[in-house]
């Protein structure tokens, strides 16, 4: 099984901040990743796939970099929308989640 | 468009077994690439992956919880099926079906049914 890690698991950030989350794969993934925002009661809505693609309709103050084992999620300038919960999933294998960075303003 | 749907009880007694149904359209699950997940979310933490079934019937599962799982579909009537056996209080969680990719060769894309909350008491 392929684990991913996320950090921090929670951040406090001021509208217009930019924020960065980074997620780390057990084993080499290359691009299989996404990224995922989630809001209470809520199910999932992907952001980001293949580590840097922008899903269609997706602002673009959301990105996505990295490869291999070694990710990271950017919010250029945090909106007050933007407060939820973030998960990372790779599909390389069989697709599991990362713990999630919950972000709230500040 | 893709859509999912997820149904069954939202109310299991312990060590009863759980039988969930995953409606979808707009994609077959008889098309090479196709593959389906189950994912659950326990309130306030994290989703954690299932089980995985592809469109050669090939099944996949958390190690964890292995034993008690079983996945089927039914492509026919463009369903999924999860049971879960054993069923206790910490497996209380929203449980969603899911296109979410995975294994390198199941397509791309995402799409999630709305949830289904089960909640297991006596």
């Known amino acids: 099984d392929i684990q991913m890690t996320q950090s921090p698991s929670s951040l406090s950030a001021s509208v217009g901040d930019r924020v960065t989350i980074t997620c780390q794969a057990s084993?080499?993934?290359?691009?299989?990743l996404n990224w995922y925002q989630q809001k209470p009661g809520k199910a999932p809505k992907l952001l980001i796939y293949?580590?840097?693609n922008l899903e269609t309709g997706v602002p673009s103050r959301f990105s996505g970099s990295g490869s291999g084992t070694d990710f990271t999620f950017t919010i250029s300038s945090l909106q007050p929308e933007d407060i939820a919960t973030y998960y990372c999933?790779?599909?390389?294998?069989?697709?599991?989640f990362g713990p999630g960075t919950k972000v709230d303003i500040k | 468009q893709v859509t999912l749907r997820e149904s069954g009880p939202a109310l299991v007694k312990p060590t009863q077994t759980l039988t969930l149904t995953c409606t979808f359209s707009?994609?077959?699950?008889?098309?090479?690439?196709?593959?389906v997940s189950w994912v659950r979310q326990p309130p306030g933490k994290a989703l954690e992956w299932l089980a995985l079934?592809?469109?050669?019937?090939?099944?996949y599962y958390s190690t964890s919880l292995k034993t008690r799982l079983t996945i089927s579909k039914d492509t026919s009537k463009n369903q999924v099926v999860l049971t879960m056996t054993n069923m206790d209080p910490v497996d209380t969680a929203t449980y969603y079906c899911?296109?979410?990719?995975?294994?390198?060769?199941?397509?791309?894309?995402?799409?999630w049914g709305q949830g289904t909350l089960v909640t297991v008491s006596s």
């Open positions: 899911a296109r979410i990719g995975g294994l390198g060769y199941c397509s791309g894309g995402s799409n």
């Open positions: 707009g994609f077959s699950l008889s098309t090479s690439g196709m593959c």
């Open positions: 079934i592809d469109w050669d019937d090939d099944k």
């Open positions: 084993q080499d993934i290359s691009n299989y």
């Open positions: 293949d580590a840097s």
């Open positions: 999933q790779q599909y390389d294998n069989l697709p599991f």
